[in-house]
């Protein structure tokens, strides 16, 4: 039986129970886990302190969190989730699974953020980010870039965060004007991609002369790869913000050590993780300051945010007319 | 008594399917009342259609003269050609389309020839571009599909011909065209059905929200309304156009009787004239069309392929387990689905095509709300994988056994039971050797699409249990596009192995 050795390789390769300690459970995004993201620093941090077995469950993004999170009910094993946006955090309150984090504080977002039940742990502004030996004067701002030629991708917002994140931009800056601005845009719009990932490969595979992305997205090439061909383009409107929430969850299997989850993710330790990992701004600065490369990175005037009833407000609306300009 | 064991198994494989199919549809909430689409969904549905139909049709029409010309020429390198033929589709969607641009895109080589001769630029994005990237994906398929068709004419039949003084046009008109005639709707159907559950290639190429699919509006109702019915109400909406597609197919394809061979060896006569160097050019063609694309995937990703991080291996090797359990499963399900199929029942060929029409996502959702409430969903990622790609796959090994299943039947069913052969007798001898090339294939097949597969492990896996392309998505993800490439390129080639290996085992076990 020479299929038998090939069966039992196969099942060691599952994985093996953890010793006995109190579990943890955490929702996030796949790319907060991910061998490259803060999840690996963060649990051994974590760890450290707390006599526990932290363990990330990934899906998605952060939609797909929260479209999990309701899968799963009060069901879920997870005490605590990170990951979701401020686009999505008015549907999270909705579902009542969230329980109010009761962490005293305040951050360093450069807009006033406080909510009694989503905790700030990162954040960052969208931005278009372009090659700067390839496109010399990028544009200064949507309407520029509308009367320009240069070719953008973008995510839908249908199916990835970014591609929402644009959407709202849009709407915060011109309000009313936004089915104008999309029309104006739409010949600059090479193509939608569904996620993140496949609109920045295109980008750097040279399909496109900007690809919607963050304004700290230039860091990760300048200490990473040692590239500082990248930027990020400073728009007149000013930026919309991307702000990255975990929140406490009501039927949290283990509610003190998710308590002692949410007040870690606020200190140094944590913190310091963040810029190098998942490349946004941390919620609380470093006291030694954000690393090397953060300090070429664009800094917007204003900063566009909408609260998060805002955001689950304007959405439906902002998306028929995104629907409508791009679909002529 | 062998008939009645294989009608019985046939059965309960086709009620699992159905209910592995249907269970989640229910467990999404599924109701008729008010079943009615919205203007956006209709204009998905229009889109769906048009580009699925187009596919298809351009697809099986490139195949058939490339099939033709392997068929009846022999030239040196044609055997790796007739394997390096599954190569695009078994590549992962986000290489591949990555893999096109590079050749037709706006900084692709063909925009970067013309360009050097001053000439305007070639746009892909748009209808266009989703029915090139769907060509390059299916047409190699179907050429292998209608190049086995050529291959299970027995040589006698093309010796007759020779011996009555047929021109090639005589052979084409009473051996060839029936056989076309009862293999193209069949593949004509795979791509369509293929193509109608297309969701990123079709709105990354589509070039906006024109190109909006029925699979994206299953995706946004799921991911972002939460609309669980709507979701449902979608995805039965494809199994009904699959329905439709596969009753419509049944009805224009018309099965061959030529009568049994005695299984020589030897292709249809290569004329002279004019049709040698217009076999050479579809051949040509169809290679440099092929080729182009999967060398940018390779130039991408070689740089970089051997310092990829050690957790890339043994999620290969994950990867690998998956695909060898999904693919014993699917083949011994297809095997019975076709002989029972072989019967001239329609059933087993309805279980066996609908699993096409099933989203990935509302299955994958559906089995996780059934099982949620019983096993930790985490524990599952790798059983729920196997099943999945196992059903999912099912369709391809199907299509591909079930044309020569079906003449077996007629030309050695009769035999066979005069000879009283046990059911294990006519597997050994009669089954097997003759249907060997077919299941190589679409053992292959099955292995190579298992690896590939993202579509459920993502919504189960846990820390610990990523597959190979579940890490690709997550380079991505993490700027690491260099290392992806390289990561995906590993894939495909593991994928191109196992693919090869069943298949080299097919044809050479076909031809001793």
């Known amino acids: 039986m020479r299929t038998l050795p090939l069966a039992l390789a196969c099942i060691t390769l599952a994985p093996m129970a953890e010793a006995q300690m109190p579990v943890l459970n955490v929702l996030t995004y796949d790319s907060f886990t991910s061998e490259w993201g803060p999840g690996p620093a963060v649990e051994v941090a974590f760890e450290a302190v707390c006599a526990c077995d932290l363990v990330f469950s990934a899906v998605g993004d952060g939609a797909e969190l929260l479209a999990r999170l309701q899968l799963e009910g009060p069901n879920s094993e997870a005490s605590v989730v990170l990951g979701l946006d401020t686009g999505l955090t008015a549907q999270a309150a909705a579902t009542g699974l969230f329980a109010p984090h009761g962490q005293a504080g305040g951050n360093d977002l450069p807009v006033p953020f406080a909510d009694p039940l989503f905790l700030p742990y990162d954040w960052g502004w969208f931005a278009f980010v372009y090659d700067k030996a390839k496109l010399p004067t990028p544009p200064k701002s949507f309407e520029d870039l509308a009367g320009s030629d240069v070719k953008i991708v973008i995510q839908d917002p249908r199916s990835s965060t970014p591609g929402l994140g644009l959407l709202l931009w849009v709407k915060a800056a011109y309000g009313d004007r936004a089915p104008e601005i999309w029309a104006a845009l739409a010949d600059n719009i090479i193509t939608v991609t569904p996620g993140w990932s496949e609109a920045y490969g295109m980008f750097m595979a040279g399909e496109a002369d900007m690809v919607l992305s963050y304004t700290t997205s230039p860091a990760y090439h300048v200490i990473a790869e040692g590239d500082d061909s990248k930027a990020a383009a400073p728009f007149a409107e000013g930026h919309y913000m991307q702000v990255e929430v975990a929140g406490k969850l009501t039927h949290a299997p283990q509610p003190a050590l998710a308590d002692q989850f949410l007040a870690f993710m606020g200190s140094e330790a944590f913190q310091a993780i963040i810029p190098t990992t998942n490349w946004m701004y941390p919620a609380h600065t470093p006291a030694a300051g954000l690393p090397d490369g953060f300090d070429q990175l664009i800094t917007p005037a204003t900063s566009l945010l909408m609260t998060a009833d805002e955001a689950q407000s304007a959405r439906r609306p902002a998306l028929d007319e995104w629907l409508t300009a791009l679909s002529r | ?512």
């Open chain 2, 1 to 512: 008594m062998a008939d009645r064991a294989l009608t019985l198994s046939a059965a309960g494989l086709a009620a699992a399917i159905f209910l592995l199919l249907l269970a989640p549809l229910g467990a999404l909430g599924l109701s008729f009342q008010g079943f009615t689409l919205s203007a956006a969904e209709l204009s998905a549905l229009r889109f769906t259609l048009l580009q699925a139909g187009l596919s298809a049709l351009i697809s099986v029409v490139l195949a058939v003269p490339v099939a033709r010309a392997l068929a009846r020429r022999r030239f040196f390198g044609r055997g790796v050609l007739i394997s390096t033929l599954g190569a695009p589709f078994i590549l992962p969607v986000i290489v591949a389309v990555l893999g096109l641009l590079a050749v037709f895109g706006r900084a692709g080589w063909v925009n970067g020839v013309l360009a050097q001769f001053g000439l305007p630029v070639i746009p892909i994005y748009g209808l266009q571009g989703v029915v090139l990237a769907h060509v390059f994906f299916n047409m190699p398929l179907a050429v292998r599909m209608v190049l086995h068709g050529w291959e299970a004419i027995p040589a006698e039949r093309f010796r007759l011909a020779a011996g009555l003084g047929f021109t090639p046009a005589d052979i084409s008109r009473h051996i060839e065209r029936p056989m076309l005639r009862a293999v193209l709707p069949g593949t004509a159907l795979v791509i369509f059905v293929i193509c109608l559950t297309s969701f990123a290639v079709a709105l990354t190429l589509g070039g906006g929200p024109r190109a909006t699919t029925v699979e994206l509006a299953i995706y946004q109702a799921l991911r972002f309304e939460f609309d669980l019915p709507s979701a449902a109400r979608l995805a039965l909406l494809q199994f009904a156009l699959c329905a439709l597609a596969y009753a419509l197919a049944t009805r224009i394809s018309l099965p061959a009787s030529f009568g049994a061979g005695q299984g020589r060896a030897g292709g249809p006569p290569a004329p002279k004239g004019w049709r040698g160097p217009f076999d050479a050019a579809a051949i040509t063609l169809a290679a440099v069309f092929i080729a182009l694309p999967l060398l940018a995937v390779a130039l991408a990703g070689l740089p970089g392929l051997f310092s990829l991080p050690s957790l890339v291996w043994s999620a290969a090797a994950r990867s690998l387990c998956v695909a060898l359990a999904s693919t014993a499963i699917s083949m011994v399900a297809a095997l019975v689905l076709a002989l029972a199929a072989a019967r001239g029942r329609g059933w087993p060929a309805l279980a066996a095509t609908l699993p096409l029409a099933a989203s990935s996502l509302v299955l994958g959702t559906g089995l996780f709300i059934l099982l949620q409430p019983y096993i930790r969903p985490a524990s599952l990622a790798l059983p729920v994988t196997v099943a999945i790609n196992a059903a999912l796959s099912l369709p391809f090994a199907f299509r591909i056994l079930a044309p020569e299943a079906r003449s077996l039947y007629a030309d050695y069913h009769r035999l066979s039971a005069s000879l009283g052969l046990t059911a294990w007798g006519r597997a050994r001898w009669v089954v097997l050797p003759r249907l060997a090339r077919p299941l190589g294939f679409a053992a292959g097949l099955v292995a190579a699409l298992s690896m590939g597969d993202l579509g459920v492990i993502a919504l189960f896996a846990g820390e610990a249990e990523a597959t190979l392309p579940l890490l690709v998505q997550r380079l991505m993800g993490a700027y690491r596009i260099e290392a992806a490439a390289s990561a995906a390129l590993l894939l495909v080639m593991l994928s191109f192995a196992l693919f090869w290996a069943f298949d080299q085992w097919g044809r050479r076990y076909a031809a001793t």
